[in-house]
Structure formats: structure tokens, C-alpha cells
């Protein structure tokens, strides 16, 4: 039987859960249908998730059809939670993207399929709650066209709407082969010459649905089951089976990571190709990191993965987990044994790159442990959160002993705090979430320290120039001296430290993309007395070089100078027309820029940007102003200079090199003279 593994993506309170509920009781999984409200749904596990009736992490459950098993993938619809769908796609073979009939297409939607498109992932259109007083067929199939954008075949229509009858007759409609003859010129051939068979339109609708040129929708309900048959069907016939070849090298991505009761870290991995076998002796890492640090510099050694021995496996089969020795390619499988896997991953020979599908956060907040919470218990909890979420980069500074975290919004704070109290026994709160700027070169500096001279305490003489390189550009360090005149390790040292540095620029915050040039080096080599050892205090280490480059670097960026960017959402709102006036004086002043314009029968469309930190702000104001008829869309663009009020600093994590005499107490022990 071939696999399947199926993501469920919507907007929040689509009926994704229930949804899933619906297909595990029509496949004889499940005897009685779970409720969100009542928090029973199957994959729903977390106890906030069922209190709040949202998904907030990816569950997986198995399923079988008549031809098919499917693993499916119930993922969060809320947008803060937006990182956890980000790593669920790469591992897709086919998505059901579920649309409301009384809400209609949502800007959660809009984001959805744009990326679903993007990777080609083949996608069935669900739109789920016709039985729901309020709900629309026509009005939402021409929502759908006009803001998805994408073609649509509708594989049906609904009856009875808004009814407990509400039921779906299938049924290809006329339009189906216009939209399907667009992309097959044998067929539209065929059409003007009326010999379309039902047999032949069937087969172009499956080849064009598996390459993601069409997608197929499907009305019905997930509280009555209305529909849902047609849907299995869409399922088996419509989307492409998982494939991969077991008998090839091991290659696998891990998409989540978990801790088990016992604090054992647990691998959720899709294979592509080969196999993973219980007691296997496997290479695991990111493929990226390690082309990365082999790239680096001029030469030298490549980065090495590390390895982990295999210690237990399971699947997913008929709504429960099954041990097993073995899973090969195309299943989606837990792993134990891993201790240092990380989420994005590759098991064996790397294979698709992951990457962000989505932009990572642009938000952060400082965490506030109670009087009576565990300072140490609440960093290791936090870690270990951000093993399982890697955007939520925790940040800790040692000097004010405060933690900080990345979010995409509010709701995901509660979601940390709810977690640290319930998992962890920890109470926080948190300060005001404010926006993650970057820092760029205004211009061009050097500097550079001599080994023994002018009141350098290292034994190292290191000289950087920075000059600013294009946004998206990255950090390149480049060398104008000769790789053989000091040990290479020295120069890996250098460069670790200059990109560890550049964390944090003169306003603490992340300088990403700029270009280093190495202009001097030098060292003392090992010195030795007369029938003795090697005299460590006479001779250099990499100890040496790695405290004295942030001093250099330092005061390269202050003489090169560096400015704030904040980042930029841009933003689709759609409104009355009439409550044009009152919004754009609001958005003036949050910072927005309005862009173009136009208007859509009473409805009035507005695009521009604006700072992300104040995204939230115009989210609470939109509803007011716009008699609840508003809709805002917006997503991270890009970052852009500071211009309104004070310049945001950031508080340091580090030594603060930018104080010569603070910093070399704290690294070296000394001032130096």
C-alpha cells in the first residue's frame, strides 16, 4: 500500500482538528469523534491546547484508505505559531488547505497557499462548515478565485446551506475543462472538438493536480460529514503517493524535536531515501552549517557532523504509535538515541536543504521569572523549549541575569508561559514585546592590535577592516595576509570570534551582513627554557586571539559607524471606502507608508508598510475603525532605517569590548597600559 503524507493547513478556527477528527472516524480509527471545545480531539495532546481548543505544535496520526496510507500532519493555523508549519512542509507530499464557508478566505489563507505554490506542493481546497447558519457557495468560490489567485476546479457544489442537511453533490461542472485545457493544448484540442470523455477530464484533473497547476475544492463538513467521502476520494485518486528508494543511502530531515517523560530527546523525521534501523550508527547535522564552515576563510579543514547510535523507532499506524527495527523511505518516523539533533537536520547523507519558507520572527520579549522561581531551572526549561522551536532564540545576559526570546506576536508569549508553568513548574511574566532590529555599516574602518605593544595583554596581533556589504549579503571574511604566516588555527579563531562578535554592533544590535578583511596577523611562537617545557605565558593561544579580535573589531565598527534598521511588514488592508479617512491618519501615525490603492465595489484595498513593532497596535485599532469590516494582511519585507524617535539600543550579553578598560577586566584580568 503506498504512503501519503498529508498536511492540513488553514486559518485559525477553520476546523483543521476537526477535520482530522472526521477522517480517523470515517477510516476506522477512531469509534467517537473527538471535540475541540471539549478538548478530547485526538491530535490536540497538549493541555493548553485543549483548554484553548488551537493547535499550537504539528501532531502526526496514520490512517489507512483503500489504496493508501496516509500520515497526516495537523498543524497550527494561528499565525504566531507560523514556524511550526514552516518545518511540517518540507516533508509533504500533498496538503488539504481548509477554508471556512462562513468566514471565507482569511490573510492566514492567502500566506498558506502563496508558499504552497511556491514549493509546488500538490493541495486539495477544503471548505469546511456549510452546515453553519452563514454559509456562502458562490460567494466563496469567487472569493477564492479573486484573492488565492490560483486556478480552481470545483469538484461539486453544496445543498442546503446553513442547514444540519447541508450535504455535497460531486460532480465536474463545465468549467472544470476550460480550466483545465489552460495547461494541456492536447485537451483544449479535444474540447473544441467535442471529444472531452469524463474518463480523459479525470486523468488531466489528476496529472495537473499532482504537478500543484490546479487545485481541486471540495465542499462540507466536518461536524456532519458532509462531504468528507468525496474528500477521501480527492485523497487516493488526486494527490501523488510518498516516493523514495529504500534501497538507497540513508537520507532524512527532521522537522520536530520533543522531549519524552524522561527528558530523552525524540526526532520526529521524514526518510526520503534508505532506511533507518534500530541500533544504526548514523551521521546526523545540518548541511548547510557544515558547508558553511568548510567555505569559511582560505582553506582549511571542513566541519564534521556529529554521529548518534539509533536507539528506538516508531510509526504512526491506525491512530496510535507502533515500535518498530526499521522505517524506510517515505515514512514518517520517530527517532530516539540522537542527543544532539536538532530541528532542520539531515539523518545521513544530506539531501533537501531546509530552509525558511516563512520570515522568522521580528519580535522579542525580556522573561520575568517570579521571586520564587528557579533562575537556573527556567534557562535550562527554556533551552530545552528552544530545541523544539529554534526561532525562539534565547538570549541570555549574564550581567543583568535576564533571559530574552524571539516571538512572531502575544498569543505565542502566553503559549511560553502557559508551557513553563504546566511542563516546568515555572512562573513568569513577561515585559513589553518590542521590535529585533539589525545594524548596518555606514561606511568603511580598520584597526589593529600588536603583539606587545601599546598595552595589548594578548599575545596576537590582529588587524580587521569592515566595509558594508549588501542586505541579504551575510558575513565574509576574507584574509589579506599570507594563511601560512601563523598556525591556521589562530585564523579560525579570528573568524569564529568575528562572527560571534558581530552579534552585537554598537547598539547591541545584530550587524548580519558586512565583509571582514583580515590585514594583520601575528603571534609569538612556543617558547622554551633550557631543559624545560613549553612556557605557556611566553607563547600564544587561542585564547590570545580570541580576546583581543572583539577589542579590534570594536573599533573597526566604531569607525566605520553603523545604523539602526528596524523591520518593515508589508500590509494589505481591505476596508470600506468610507473609513479611508479615518485610517490613514492613524497609519500616519504608526509609521505606515501607504503604497497603491483601488477600490473593489464598496470595498476600498490599501498596500504599504509599516514598522512591525506597531502591527499589533493597528490589529486592535483596525476592528474600530472599520465597523469590524477590516481585514489586515502583513508579513515581514524588510528592515529599514530608524527614523522616528530615539535610536533603539539594545543591552549587551557580552564583555561589551566597546569599553577597553571594562572589557579586559572581565576577559583578561588586566587593563593593560
Given at each position: ?7 492540513i ?7 483543521k ?7 480517523l ?6 469509534d ?11 491530535t490536540d ?18 490512517f ?5 496510507t496516509v500520515?497526516?500532519?495537523?498543524t497550527?493555523?494561528?499565525?504566531d ?6 518545518r511540517v ?5 500533498g496538503?488539504?488547505l481548509?477554508v471556512s464557508a ?13 508558499t504552497l ?9 477544503f471548505?469546511n462548515k456549510?452546515?453553519r ?11 477564492l478565485a ?6 480552481l476546479?470545483p469538484?461539486g457544489?453544496p ?11 460531486p460532480?465536474?461542472?463545465?468549467a472544470?475543462v476550460d480550466v483545465?485545457?489552460?495547461h ?8 473544441l ?9 479525470r486523468?488531466?484533473l ?8 490546479v487545485h481541486?475544492?471540495y465542499?462540507?463538513?466536518a461536524?456532519?460529514?458532509a462531504g468528507?467521502?468525496?474528500l ?12 523514495g ?6 537520507s ?5 524535536v ?10 520526529y523525521a521524514?526518510?526520503f531515501s534508505?532506511?533507518l534501523?534500530v541500533?544504526?550508527?548514523?551521521p ?10 568548510a567555505?569559511?576563510?582560505s582553506?582549511?579543514a571542513?566541519?564534521?557532523?556529529p ?9 504512526a499506524?491506525r ?18 538515541g540522537?542527543?544532539?539533533v536538532?530541528v532542520?537536520?539531515a539523518?545521513?547523507v544530506?539531501?533537501?536543504?531546509w ?7 521580528t519580535?522579542?520579549t ?8 528557579d ?7 527554556l533551552?530545552?523549549l528552544?530545541e523544539q522551536?529554534p526561532?525562539i532564540d534565547v538570549?541570555?545576559?549574564?550581567v543583568?541575569?535576564?533571559t530574552?526570546?524571539s516571538?512572531?506576536?502575544e498569543?505565542?508569549k ?6 513553563l508553568a504546566?511542563?516546568?513548574g515555572?512562573?513568569v ?9 539589525v ?15 601599546d598595552?595589548n595583554p ?6 580587521l577592516?569592515?566595509?558594508?556589504a ?8 576574507r ?5 601560512g ?6 585564523f579560525?579563531a ?20 558586512c565583509?571582514?578583511t583580515?590585514?594583520?596577523?601575528g603571534?609569538?611562537?612556543?617558547q ?6 613549553f612556557d605557556?605565558?611566553m607563547s600564544?593561544?587561542g585564547r ?5 579580535t ?7 565598527l ?5 545604523r ?14 468610507d473609513t479611508?479617512?479615518?485610517l490613514?491618519p492613524?497609519?500616519t501615525?504608526?509609521g505606515?507608508?501607504?503604497?497603491r ?22 490589529e486592535?485599532?483596525?476592528?474600530g475603525?472599520t465597523?469590524g469590516e477590516?481585514e489586515?494582511?502583513?508579513?515581514f519585507d524588510?528592515y529599514?532605517p530608524?527614523t ?7 543591552p ?5 569590548p566597546?569599553?577597553?578598560k571594562e572589557?579586559?577586566?572581565n576577559?583578561?584580568g588586566?587593563?593593560?597600559g
Amino acid at each position: 500500500m503506498h504512503l501519503l503524507n498529508l498536511g492540513i493547513l488553514a486559518h485559525v478556527d477553520a476546523g483543521k482538528t476537526s477535520l482530522t477528527e472526521r477522517l480517523l472516524h470515517t477510516a476506522g480509527v477512531i469509534d467517537e469523534i473527538g471535540s475541540v471545545d471539549a478538548g478530547s480531539t485526538r491530535t490536540d495532546s497538549l493541555d493548553l491546547e485543549r483548554r484553548r481548543g488551537i493547535t499550537i505544535k504539528s501532531a502526526v496520526v496514520s490512517f489507512p484508505l483503500d489504496s493508501v496510507t496516509v500520515n497526516l500532519i495537523d498543524t497550527p493555523g494561528h499565525p504566531d505559531f507560523i514556524a511550526e508549519v514552516e518545518r511540517v512542509l518540507g516533508v509533504l507530499d500533498g496538503a488539504v488547505l481548509v477554508v471556512s464557508a462562513v468566514e471565507g478566505v482569511q490573510a492566514q489563507t492567502r500566506v498558506l497557499m502563496r508558499t504552497l505554490r511556491r514549493l509546488r506542493i500538490p493541495t486539495l481546497v477544503f471548505v469546511n462548515k456549510i452546515d453553519r447558519r452563514g454559509a456562502r457557495h458562490e460567494a466563496v468560490l469567487a472569493q477564492l478565485a479573486r484573492r488565492l489567485d490560483v486556478p480552481l476546479v470545483p469538484m461539486g457544489r453544496p445543498l442546503a446551506l446553513g442547514t444540519r442537511a447541508a450535504r455535497f453533490e460531486p460532480g465536474l461542472g463545465p468549467a472544470a475543462v476550460d480550466v483545465l485545457a489552460d495547461h494541456d493544448d492536447a485537451l483544449l484540442a479535444a474540447h473544441l472538438y467535442g471529444e472531452v470523455t469524463g474518463g480523459r477530464l479525470r486523468a488531466a484533473l489528476a496529472d495537473q493536480t499532482r504537478r500543484s497547476l490546479v487545485h481541486p475544492v471540495y465542499f462540507g463538513s466536518a461536524a456532519t460529514g458532509a462531504g468528507i467521502p468525496d474528500l477521501v476520494t480527492g485523497l487516493e485518486r488526486l494527490l501523488p503517493a510518498a516516493d523514495g528508494d529504500s534501497a538507497g543511502p540513508l537520507s532524512a530531515s527532521v522537522f520536530k524535536v520533543e522531549r519524552g517523560p524522561a527528558g530523552e530527546k525524540i526526532a520526529y523525521a521524514r526518510v526520503f531515501s534508505g532506511a533507518l534501523r534500530v541500533r544504526d550508527r548514523i551521521p546526523f547535522g545540518s548541511a548547510a552549517r557544515k558547508e558553511e564552515t568548510a567555505d569559511r576563510g582560505s582553506g582549511g579543514a571542513g566541519g564534521t557532523r556529529p554521529e548518534g547510535r539509533i536507539t528506538a523507532l516508531s510509526v504512526a499506524e491506525r491512530g496510535t504509535e507502533v515500535r518498530q527495527q526499521r522505517a524506510g523511505a517515505g515514512h514518517i518516523v520517530k527517532v530516539w538515541g540522537l542527543g544532539g539533533v536538532r530541528v532542520g537536520d539531515a539523518l545521513g547523507v544530506p539531501g533537501r536543504a531546509w530552509e525558511h519558507h516563512f520570515a522568522p520572527p521580528t519580535l522579542e520579549t525580556v522573561v520575568v521569572p517570579a521571586p520564587a522561581t528557579d533562575r537556573r531551572a527556567l534557562h535550562v526549561a527554556l533551552t530545552q523549549l528552544a530545541e523544539q522551536d529554534p526561532l525562539i532564540d534565547v538570549r541570555h545576559d549574564e550581567v543583568r541575569q535576564e533571559t530574552s526570546v524571539s516571538l512572531y506576536g502575544e498569543v505565542q508569549k502566553e503559549v511560553v508561559q502557559a508551557t513553563l508553568a504546566d511542563a516546568y513548574g515555572l512562573d513568569v511574566t513577561f515585559r513589553e514585546t518590542t521590535p529585533i532590529c539589525v545594524e548596518r555599516l555606514t561606511g568603511t574602518g580598520a584597526a589593529a592590535e600588536f603583539d606587545k605593544k601599546d598595552g595589548n595583554p594578548f599575545l596576537a596581533t590582529v588587524g580587521l577592516r569592515v566595509e558594508p556589504a549588501p542586505a541579504g549579503a551575510g558575513v565574509g571574511f576574507r584574509l589579506e595576509v599570507e594563511l601560512g604566516s601563523m598556525p591556521y588555527a589562530f585564523f579560525k579563531a579570528v573568524e569564529d570570534t568575528v562572527r560571534e562578535t558581530l552579534g552585537q554592533g554598537l547598539h547591541g544590535w545584530r550587524i548580519p551582513d558586512c565583509t571582514v578583511t583580515m590585514t594583520h596577523s601575528g603571534y609569538s611562537p612556543r617558547q622554551s627554557h633550557a631543559h624545560q617545557g613549553f612556557d605557556k605565558s611566553m607563547s600564544s593561544t587561542g585564547r590570545d586571539f580570541r580576546g583581543l579580535t572583539p577589542l579590534v573589531l570594536a573599533e573597526a565598527l566604531r569607525r566605520a559607524g553603523t545604523r539602526v534598521h528596524e523591520p518593515m511588514h508589508r500590509f494589505v488592508l481591505e476596508a470600506p471606502a468610507d473609513t479611508l479617512g479615518a485610517l490613514l491618519p492613524v497609519l500616519t501615525r504608526l509609521g505606515a507608508v501607504p503604497g497603491r490603492t483601488g477600490t473593489r465595489g464598496v470595498f476600498c484595498r490599501l498596500e504599504g508598510v509599516v514598522p512591525a513593532g506597531r502591527v499589533h497596535r493597528l490589529e486592535q485599532l483596525l476592528p474600530g475603525l472599520t465597523r469590524g469590516e477590516g481585514e489586515l494582511e502583513s508579513a515581514f519585507d524588510h528592515y529599514a532605517p530608524v527614523t522616528q524617535g530615539t535610536v533603539p539600543e539594545r543591552p549587551r550579553t557580552d564583555h561589551n569590548p566597546l569599553s577597553r578598560k571594562e572589557y579586559l577586566l572581565n576577559v583578561a584580568g588586566r587593563t593593560g597600559g
